[in-house]
């Protein structure tokens, strides 16, 4: 996969990049990340991107032409259409299935606004899927990116140590995840369950999956919005 990222600070995500399994990933070829600074297209000498908004108002707003000329610059590069994202909060909200559908695409490129956001232009001139990490507001889009960029690269063949540790990941199957448990098997009272030492896989899919069912009932309600059998298995 190839992720390109359009920002005013690439220095932000050099550490995720480097790091963790995004930075094995990258390391072992799954997936190139570019960060293309939107000051290299400014049209002065002051390498300008921004200024204040027409009719008034508080901020800044990012101008057009550094941020056409970047996008068509990198994508001069390559054969293709890529999946364009526009970081903003008005934008459809990230969840776990999204993040599914972005990991089967060949080529990413994220934008990440600053200041007051985006001249209203760019969402116009540019065919991009508009996401929110969710219903807050940032000061730019880099954090963002990380969000995504990290839930991407930790679907795609390879990256994960064990191939089945995403499966059963939260929002995976539309729940939470249910408890994990380490040695020791005794700490300050508090002691594994025993259904996970007894080595009968079958029982103890079987409490997991009822863990996971009343952890998502429990905290996250909203979840179990057409799991009616779920529903029934926790009662």
């Known amino acids: 996969m190839w992720i390109d990222?359009?920002?005013?600070?690439?220095?932000?995500?050099?550490?995720?990049?480097?790091?963790?399994?995004?930075?094995?990933?990258?390391?072992?070829g799954t997936v190139d990340v570019e960060c293309v600074d939107f000051r290299d297209f400014a049209h002065d000498k002051h390498r300008s991107v921004d200024d204040r908004p027409f009719g008034g108002g508080p901020g800044m707003v990012l101008m057009c032409g550094p941020v056409f000329d970047a996008?068509?610059?990198?994508?001069?590069?390559?054969?293709?259409?890529?999946?364009?994202?526009?970081?903003?909060?008005?934008?459809?909200?990230?969840?776990?299935?999204l993040v599914a559908e972005l990991a089967r695409q060949p080529w990413l490129v994220i934008l990440c606004g600053h200041y007051e956001g985006f001249d209203e232009r760019i969402r116009i001139g540019i065919d991009t899927r508009e996401i929110s990490i969710g219903d807050y507001v940032l000061s730019g889009g880099e954090p963002a990116a990380m969000v995504l960029i990290d839930a991407v690269v930790r679907l795609l063949p390879g990256a994960l140590g064990d191939e089945t540790s995403a499966v059963s990941d939260s929002f995976t199957e539309g729940l939470l995840e249910y408890p994990q448990y380490t040695k020791p098997r005794s700490?300050?009272?508090?002691?594994?369950?025993?259904?996970?030492?007894?080595?009968?896989?079958?029982?103890?899919a079987a409490w997991r999956r009822e863990q996971a069912i009343r952890r998502t009932l429990l905290r996250r309600p909203d979840l179990m919005n057409g799991f009616g059998t779920a529903k029934q298995e926790a009662t």
Request: no cysteine; charged share 25%.
């Open 71 to 97: 996008l068509e610059h990198i994508e001069a590069r390559r054969e293709g259409d890529p999946a364009r994202i526009l970081l903003t909060p008005q934008g459809e909200l990230l969840t776990q299935s």
């Open 5 to 28: 990222v359009l920002t005013l600070f690439p220095e932000v995500l050099e550490p995720l990049l480097a790091s963790s399994i995004v930075g094995r990933a990258v390391r072992a």
């Open 187 to 204: 700490f300050r009272g508090m002691d594994v369950p025993d259904v996970l030492l007894s080595g009968d896989h079958g029982r103890i």
